[in-house]
């Protein structure tokens, strides 16, 4: 994306062969939206996808295992749009080829979000708050529509956001505040636990902070600021920081293409020079 098209971007995902990104940000224009941008392209113009206008602050985005659809977190929208109070968040499907969003989930304060396939069939895995008891955790829901069911929910969690699951059932939660020190924490819940252990913390994580996974699983990715300078990291748990876009100090979403090491991570300064970069 060329500098200056946007006031502020969230989050980014690539289709599963990486040949296009899908965005959720602020255009330059006030436009709150899902985009899309094919990289490498010239000139470096995005595409807005929604209609509608729904969205209020759009920070998570997933895509579906075939492609077609679009799963957007927005903490901010209204369950019912024309009723000012029903604003405890949604999270939407939308075609990957553009059109209106529909309501996958309302009521939950959704924030990040992946998409897990198996047996067939995709469910989302999203951060958010119980409807009923308040609580924030980690849940799952049919991409296809229906109740969502409980991963864990509770302590030790207290702002849940980038979520990514491995092929095991094991899945990764960053939470910006859940150290003792209010510092961020990456919890992992085993697959078949409804319990959140510390995998590392405390630890300096962008906002909204996205985790995603290598092929085959064996390294987590972060995005964080590096300790000495602020700027941002792409950040291995298991070995090193690996330094990308230098100079740009607000490292946040972070999603790998489900078929190939292509990653797609944005800064989100919030103050023009919002970016999405396509990492290989």
């Not at 702002?159 to 992992?188: E, H, K, L």
Request: proline fraction near 6%.
């Amino acid at each position: 994306t060329k500098t200056g098209d946007f006031l502020a971007v969230f989050d980014a995902v690539p289709a599963a062969d990486g040949s296009t990104l899908y965005f959720t940000a602020i255009a330059a224009n006030g436009a709150i939206g899902v985009y899309s941008v094919v990289p490498g392209a010239s000139p470096a113009s995005a595409t807005q996808l929604d209609a509608g206008g729904e969205l209020v602050a759009p920070l998570g985005i997933s895509v579906s295992s075939d492609g077609g659809t679009l799963f957007v977190a927005d903490p901010g929208a209204r369950s019912n749009p024309t009723d000012p109070t029903k604003d405890r968040g949604v999270l939407f499907a939308l075609s990957s080829g553009g059109g209106t969003p529909t309501h996958l989930v309302d009521d939950v304060q959704p924030r990040g979000l992946t998409v897990v396939s198996a047996g067939g069939s995709d469910s989302v895995v999203f951060t958010g708050v119980d409807k009923t008891s308040g609580l924030p955790g980690v849940f799952r829901v049919p991409a296809a529509g229906g109740v969502p069911t409980t991963i864990a929910e509770g302590a030790p969690f207290s702002d849940p956001a980038g979520v990514v699951a491995a092929q095991s059932g094991d899945i990764y939660v960053s939470d910006s505040v859940a150290a003792t020190t209010r510092d961020a924490t990456i919890f992992r819940i085993v697959a078949g636990s409804a319990t959140a252990a510390v995998f590392v913390g405390p630890i300096t994580l962008g906002y909204p902070a996205g985790v995603a996974l290598s092929c085959g699983d064996d390294t987590l990715f972060a995005s964080t600021p590096t300790a000495a300078n602020g700027l941002d990291t792409m950040s291995q748990m298991s070995t090193q920081a690996i330094p990308v876009a230098t100079g740009r100090k607000a490292a946040a979403g972070l999603h790998r293409a489900a078929n190939a090491a292509v990653y797609a991570w944005v800064d989100s300064a919030l103050d023009g020079t919002d970016a999405v970069f396509i990492v290989k």
